[in-house]
């Protein structure tokens, strides 16, 4: 799931992925920064013990991140 936000003259993204480990969890990947920097501001790793849980920590960013003023790409 990729958000966009737009502020002044920048446009700022927040990028959540969920990637399945070979231990039988799950990896939930934030990464966020400025789309005019080439590498990202910071890359922050969750681990979930279920699928279930990481498609909620997913919803309560996306939720978190929508009151910030970040919208979905399509």
Do not use: C, W
């Amino acid at each position: 799931m990729i958000l966009f936000k737009n502020t002044n003259d920048r446009v700022n993204y927040y990028k959540v992925n969920i990637y399945p480990t070979l231990f039988g969890d799950f990896l939930i990947q934030k990464e966020y920064g400025a789309t005019h920097f080439k590498k990202p501001t910071n890359i922050i790793k969750e681990y979930a013990s279920s699928n279930k849980e990481a498609l909620m920590l997913m919803l309560d960013i996306a939720v978190d991140k929508k009151s910030l003023g970040y919208l979905k790409a399509s």
